[in-house]
């Protein structure tokens, strides 16, 4: 993690504040941009040894179908409440990719094996209407192409409306390994309509070929491809996948996302694929000719020509532990769940919920381990900002793989709560929380609300306390084992008032997460905390 000191943060908002005009470019760039808008007039780049920096809130606004060929050192230092935006100036003709018309041609990275490549640390930005068409020299990569040895980290950015005539229209790589963590890819759209012989796009969101890339805690919605992989794909590749949501995603194979040729020595774990489509195999998921282990995902609500939650093809080696497999649906009677294409293909599954259980398993005969599986229904929270989450009655909780170790698995479920509690992992994406009741029950008799912000927090959070009336107020911070670490607050609030605020200094906790626990005279009010 970077760290910038407070006389730099405070540089940049006192140039923030003191410039307040625009700058026209083209040719070479470097140094600071920190003015409201700089306008990209023709093609520019960032020369080896240089460095740009754009501070918080600057538009960085193409005037037409120009590059940003990047050789050098970029850091992008956008904060939340004030993003940096890469756009450009008329987006009509944008979503034809045959066209140049409508869009700016993203931001180029070309490292060169045996030499220190160029490197970029990008956050809090967003990347939008770029496009990489048919007439160009790269067909891949919308908004970011990288190729080679190029050291990247993406955090907090949005990656929308993009394009490419082939692959990643959000981000591409090949040969890099960036980390790309806490982004959200939407609307982005790789390939076109070929004849039978030409190449598909894979990736809407993203695509990387050759790559360790880390790719965590991201959301991937309602982008699309012509070849494998609405949300991402990999081709080659050992990447790590954990902690993502893909919802709503389209591509003919592997809707949600897909990987082929590949062997993945970490583990595919707690990501939440959900209502995703393929219009050939595998709505949630497609693996092809690819070894890895899968554990902990929830795969629900996808459809597949075949094989609505999963697909298998080419020997895929894959082992697939604790997930959920649940309201996936096919074109035929079977295979709503898992499709296999070949017998060479042998999944084994543990500890899973798979609906229809193997009736539901369709194409080849399965030649695979089936232990400690069920078929009950996964019982689903259904309501609240995780309604994926188990209910207090699920068939799901403690019921996953006894020793879960050596899928070496994150420290935190989907929603930032520990991955173990009361001693056995649980099925999914989401550990039942066993300090914070999510029964709609409690809910309903307990009407006021509990919330914490930032979340998660680094130096502070502000607490507020809506909707109570007159009493007795006790609010405890309480760490995953249940121990008190603080008492907040331990008072008495008059009427009148209409919430009860406070903040809760935190630079001084342990990283992890906590849960803010308030007793008053009408009940009790819990909120979970993460503190980095």
Same mark, same amino acid.
């Given at each position: ?8 943060? !405070? ?36 020369? &080896? ?76 930005? /967003?990347? &939008?209407?770029?496009?990489?068409? &048919?007439?160009?020299?790269? #067909? ?47 609307? +982005? ?17 993203? !695509? ?5 890339? @880390? ?28 902690? +993502? ?15 082929? /040729? ?52 080419? &020997? ?35 500890? !899973? ?37 188990? #209910? ?65 927090? /680094? ?29 907040? #607050? ?28 308030? #007793? ?7 909120? /979970?905390?993460? @503190?980095?």
């Amino acid at each position: 993690m970077r760290v910038y000191s407070l006389a730099f943060c !405070c540089f940049f908002l006192f140039a923030k504040v003191s410039s307040g005009q625009n700058l026209s470019v083209e040719g070479e760039v470097m140094g600071l941009w920190n003015y409201d808008t700089v306008k990209v007039i023709g093609n520019i780049f960032l020369s &080896e040894g240089a460095t740009l920096m754009i501070g918080p809130g600057v538009v960085v606004q193409f005037q037409g179908y120009y590059n940003f060929l990047v050789q050098g050192d970029i850091q992008v230092l956008g904060i939340p409440e004030d993003p940096v935006r890469f756009t450009v100036d008329d987006t009509t003709g944008l979503y034809d990719p045959g066209t140049p018309e409508g869009a700016w041609n993203g931001i180029t990275f070309l490292g060169t094996e045996g030499k220190a490549g160029p490197s970029a640390w990008m956050e809090h930005a /967003r990347f &939008e209407y770029a496009k990489a068409w &048919e007439g160009d020299t790269l #067909h891949h990569g919308g908004a970011i192409f990288m190729a080679g040895p190029v050291q990247a980290t993406i955090l907090n950015c949005a990656f929308v409306d993009n394009i490419s005539f082939l692959s990643g229209a959000g981000i591409y790589f090949n040969g890099a390994s960036p980390r790309v963590e806490q982004c959200f890819f939407s609307g +982005n759209r790789a390939g076109h309509t070929p004849p039978l012989e030409e190449q598909y796009g894979y990736g809407g969101g993203l !695509c990387g070929l050759n790559t360790k890339a @880390v790719i965590r805690e991201n959301v991937f919605l309602a982008n699309a491809s012509t070849g494998i992989g609405g949300g991402l794909s990999f081709d080659l590749s050992d990447p790590l996948i954990e902690n +993502n949501i893909f919802e709503a995603n389209d591509s003919p194979l592997g809707g949600g996302f897909g990987i082929l /040729r590949s062997q993945v020595s970490g583990t595919i774990t707690n990501n939440l694929v959900i209502n995703n489509t393929a219009m050939f195999f595998g709505g949630g998921i497609a693996l092809i000719t690819s070894r890895a282990n899968v554990s902990g995902n929830t795969i629900v609500g996808n459809y597949g020509g075949y094989g609505g939650g999963l697909y298998f093809n080419a &020997e895929a080696a894959v082992n697939v532990f604790n997930t959920i497999l649940w309201d996936n649906w096919a074109n035929g009677p079977t295979g709503g769940s898992v499709y296999i294409w070949d017998a060479l293909s042998i999944p084994n599954f543990y500890n !899973c919920i798979i609906e229809g259980g193997l009736e539901l398993i369709d194409g080849a005969a399965f030649l695979g381990e089936y232990v400690d599986n069920i078929t009950a229904d996964p019982g689903f929270a259904g309501a609240g900002e995780w309604p994926w989450q188990l #209910h207090p009655s699920s068939p799901a909780i403690n019921t996953g793989t006894e020793d879960p170790g050596f899928l070496m698995l994150p420290e935190t479920d989907l929603a930032g709560n520990p991955r173990i509690q009361l001693g056995r992992i649980d099925m999914g994406a989401f550990e039942s929380d066993s300090i914070l009741d999510t029964s709609q029950e409690m809910i309903a008799a307990n009407p006021f609300g509990l919330l914490v912000n930032p979340n998660p927090a /680094r130096t502070y959070a502000s607490l507020r306390l809506l909707n109570f009336s007159q009493g007795s107020v006790r609010i405890l911070l309480v760490d995953t084992g249940g121990q008190v670490q603080e008492v907040i #607050h331990d008072g008495f609030l008059a009427t009148g008032e209409p919430e009860f605020c406070l903040e809760l200094p935190v630079s001084g906790l342990a990283k992890g997460v906590y849960y803010v626990v308030a #007793h008053t005279s009408r009940g009790k009010a819990s909120a /979970r905390l993460v @503190v980095l």
